[in-house]
């Protein structure tokens, strides 16, 4: 188990870096990350957190120390824009 996770938010090309809890969830990320990239409220909403090289966009209640693959105590993510489905 991992006492920190070593984790880093890439969005615009420039990328963020801090270690967190194991315990600390998506959201916390997101919400640290915006601030970092003084990103606006209202613009803040439309971008979510992904992990870098997939799809996969974990619910920002997500535990950190479950998205980390054993062994390994870093993880990468990248803001993108909400793919909100038409309907």
Known sequence: ACRHVATEVTFNGDT???RFSPSATVGTVAQWARRKFRLDPAAAA???LQ??????????D???GELVKAG????????????THQG
């Open 16 to 18: 963020k870096r801090r």
């Open 46 to 48: 439309e971008y979510v």
């Open 51 to 60: 992990i870098t090289g997939t799809t996969e966009q974990p619910r920002s």
């Open 62 to 64: 997500k535990h950190l």
């Open 72 to 83: 390994n105590c870093s993880l990468s993510l990248e803001f993108v824009k909400e793919i």
